[in-house]
């Protein structure tokens, strides 16, 4: 079966960090760029990241600049998502996309071809 799947979500206080992977079963990343989302009710969905198929280049939303980090280690097919500083606002469900694109450009309109169930994520005291 081809799938993502995401872990790592949980309850964080503010300024808490997080790590959230995105691994893949059924098919290797190696082609594939990575996304990360994420929605909360009534919002649309928001671009958070985007990792290129090498790892050699990524993308952040600003409201993400300089606290989360994207990695990936393809030997395991996965994609992480650091996040530090945490602030309520990032309170949210997060869903990883691969995209068989090499980069990352305006990622979030590129034709993702899977996508991960969802991990929640509550940044609260």
């Known amino acids: 079966q081809l799938q993502l799947v995401e872990s790592g979500g949980g309850l964080v206080q503010p300024g808490g960090s997080l790590r959230l992977s995105c691994a893949a079963s059924?098919?290797?990343?190696?082609?594939?760029?990575i996304g990360w989302f994420r929605q909360t009710p009534g919002k649309e969905r928001e671009g958070v990241s985007c990792i290129s198929s090498s790892g050699g280049s990524t993308n952040y939303a600003d409201s993400v600049k300089g606290r989360f980090t994207i990695s990936r280690d393809n030997a395991k097919n996965t994609v992480y998502l650091q996040m530090d500083s945490l602030k309520p606002e990032d309170t949210a469900i997060y869903y990883c996309?691969?995209?068989?694109?090499?980069?990352?450009?305006?990622?979030?309109?590129?034709?993702?071809?899977?996508w991960g169930q969802g991990t929640q994520v509550t940044v609260s005291s």
């Open positions: 059924g098919f290797t990343l190696d082609y594939y760029a």
């Open positions: 996309g691969a995209v068989r694109y090499s980069y990352c450009s305006s990622y979030e309109f590129l034709p993702y071809a899977y």
